[in-house]
């Protein structure tokens, strides 16, 4: 058995489904921040308002229908207009129970100690560090929820992000669930665009790449992933995916999408990765532990681009002269799609104000 197989099966999923101590529980959740755990007025009054206001309206349009007085037969055919407006408060009961279980702080609990007896730290939601990934640099408001991580020679971290862009009509929502493993030296920006969580309903990662920045590998691999490299560092991409990490990558982790930039890879899912499920602990860490030993053998890669620096002194034997560690600039980031649409839609827009104004001008002069 490997190493690796060792150390997933010594994960312990036992607090995400055991059973519970209720005082303990009791504890825990006093601890926890008013994000996660909000005053219980603060969820209630607006859903009794919600629930009071429409049950009343309801009333006395019957009442005013039926001329003050109850029918014999209540449901008859004048009754189904009032039908639609029923679904607001049948709505706000579903959101107050949900919310309510959500403030227990027992999913909280069972990660907590779930991150405890497995040698991680939890924290129940955090403001995003500074990481160079492309679900933290969107901009917009982000918060990370369920975090769990490690420090030491291999650090990591899981956890649930969440981003809101815009406001209004123009706001929007992504949702992803990632890994960020560290890396051993710098590499080159590459993203692995999964095709299998590609879908209408969830489209592909945030921003959309250069076309002429994908690379073809051999094999399977193009059936299961988009390769993205900066132009130049095709051989750098070769050099680093190798056909038994190919289909490592292939095996592991064919269903999440995969970058790789700075010191770091990500890995993110459309949908939660820290979860109460063991099963997908259980996976997640066997897919750690397999590309943290294969990752090992990128620490020799260098960029030839950089000027070499003399390691004579550390050699100890003759002169070498080797590239430092780090990435030249041209390969640091991928160059992104630009959105040709809205300079269209400016121009059409142009043109129809030219259109417009002309036609005023001529009907006040009489041209």
């Not at 279980?101 to 909280?108: A, E, F, H, T, V």
């Not at 292939?250 to 995969?258: H, Q």
């Not at 979860?275 to 943290?292: F, G, K, N, Q, R």
Request: hydrophobic share 45%; aromatic share 10%.
């Amino acid at each position: 058995m490997t190493s690796s197989a060792t150390r997933s099966a010594q994960l312990d999923t036992r607090p995400l489904t055991e059973q519970i101590d209720r005082r303990a529980l009791r504890d825990y959740r006093k601890r926890l921040p008013g994000d996660v755990r909000p005053p219980l007025v603060s969820v209630v009054w607006p859903a009794v308002v919600l629930f009071v206001l429409p049950v009343g309206f309801l009333s006395a349009w019957w009442f005013v229908l039926k001329d003050g007085s109850i029918p014999a037969e209540p449901w008859d055919a004048s009754a189904l207009i009032l039908l639609p407006y029923l679904s607001l408060p049948i709505g706000m009961v579903f959101l107050l129970v949900r919310t309510i279980r959500r403030r227990s702080g027992l999913r909280q609990y069972r990660l907590d100690r779930f991150a405890r007896a497995n040698g991680l730290s939890y924290r129940p939601t955090a403001i995003p560090v500074a990481l160079p990934s492309l679900i933290f640099t969107m901009g917009g408001a982000s918060v990370v929820r369920d975090l769990l991580w490690r420090d030491g020679r291999s650090p990591l971290s899981v956890g649930n992000q969440r981003t809101i862009i815009g406001s209004g009509r123009n706001r929007k929502e992504h949702r992803w669930g990632y890994v960020a493993l560290r890396l051993p030296v710098p590499l080159p920006h590459i993203v692995l665009d999964a095709v299998g969580n590609n879908s209408l309903r969830h489209p592909r990662l945030p921003v959309t790449f250069a076309k002429d920045q994908r690379l073809s590998l051999e094999g399977d691999f193009d059936r299961h992933f988009e390769l993205y490299c900066p132009r130049g560092y095709e051989t750098d991409a070769l050099y680093l995916f190798t056909p038994d990490i190919m289909a490592r990558f292939i095996d592991t982790v064919a269903e999440l999408d995969v970058e790789i930039v700075d010191d770091y890879l990500f890995l993110y899912a459309p949908k939660d990765l820290s979860t109460l499920d063991p099963e997908v602990w259980t996976w997640l860490m066997s897919v750690i532990d397999i590309l943290t030993e294969r990752i090992a053998q990128w620490e020799r890669w260098r960029d030839r681009r950089l000027d070499p620096t003399d390691t004579a002194a550390i050699i100890g034997s003759f002169p070498l002269l080797r590239p430092p560690r780090g990435v030249a600039g041209q390969g640091r980031r991928l160059s992104r799609r630009t959105g040709w649409w809205w300079v269209i839609g400016l121009v059409l827009a142009v043109y129809g104000w030219y259109l417009i104004v002309g036609d005023a001008i001529r009907a006040i002069t009489g041209g």
